[in-house]
């Protein structure tokens, strides 16, 4: 199930992978094929070790998406070349599609870091090097993200939303808090907006709760994901969100 799409991957679910072979498993697994609204869901049956596995290496997959249409801006930003034009020639083929290609300032929520680094350990002992790379690749990216916020030395970044993806209001895990720590590390001054803390400081920074007021007092904004309330001030508005979407 999708972070922010939960209900709907209930009701039309991409497949169904129960961890049990027993009779009470298959009986299980028919009651969630008749929940959903979905017809002809592909259901298949395993040891929970086995199932355990699909969710590990699914989502591992998923993140190595991410990382690597990450590292594909990394390159064009600093080559000084344009990412949009890069992303859409490499996604028209087929076999690459067009999804989990925007980039961002990493991957980040509940499952992703936490399945990643799941797997990796569970590979100790054999051999690997792509499982530990995407690891690795997630943690470069938020470091060069915040590497160009510190060499614009601005002098107050206003950080845009703390949610780790669009529509959702989760803050756990989300890769702009390891920016905002790096960026804390360097002395960066630092002012959040986000709608959701009612409270006026969060992890030590200032909360401002007025939209206006806040890209007033922002020198530079960063904002992981974009949308129309940052439209008057693009100008100093640092994204890497070219399609306005996960």
Do not use: W
């Amino acid at each position: 199930m999708r972070e922010g799409h939960a209900l709907y991957d209930n009701l039309y679910p991409s497949r169904i992978i129960i961890g049990s072979k027993v009779k009470a498993a298959r009986e299980f697994g028919e009651l969630l094929l008749s929940s959903a609204l979905k017809k002809d869901v592909p259901i298949k049956y395993m040891n929970s070790t086995e199932a355990e596995s699909v969710k590990l290496f699914s989502n591992t997959y998923l993140a190595l998406r991410v990382a690597y249409f990450n590292e594909l801006d990394t390159y064009a930003e600093l080559n000084e070349l344009n990412t949009r034009d890069i992303i859409d020639g490499v996604c028209l083929d087929p076999r690459i599609g067009e999804f989990y290609n925007n980039p961002s300032f990493g991957y980040g929520g509940y499952c992703l870091p936490k399945d990643t680094k799941q797997l990796l350990a569970n590979y100790s002992g054999k051999p690997q090097n792509l499982i530990e790379a995407i690891v690795k690749s997630n943690d470069t990216r938020k470091n060069h993200i915040a590497n160009m916020i510190i060499k614009a030395n601005p002098q107050v970044v206003g950080v845009y939303r703390l949610n780790m993806k669009k529509g959702s209001m989760n803050h756990r895990s989300s890769a702009i808090l390891d920016v905002i720590s790096i960026l804390k590390e360097a002395g960066i001054n630092i002012m959040i907006y986000e709608p959701t803390i009612k409270v006026n400081t969060y992890m030590g920074f200032e909360i401002v709760h007025d939209l206006k007021l806040f890209k007033e007092l922002s020198n530079m904004i960063l904002a992981n994901r974009v949308d129309n309330n940052l439209d008057d001030v693009q100008d100093k508005t640092y994204t890497r969100d070219i399609f306005s979407r996960d």
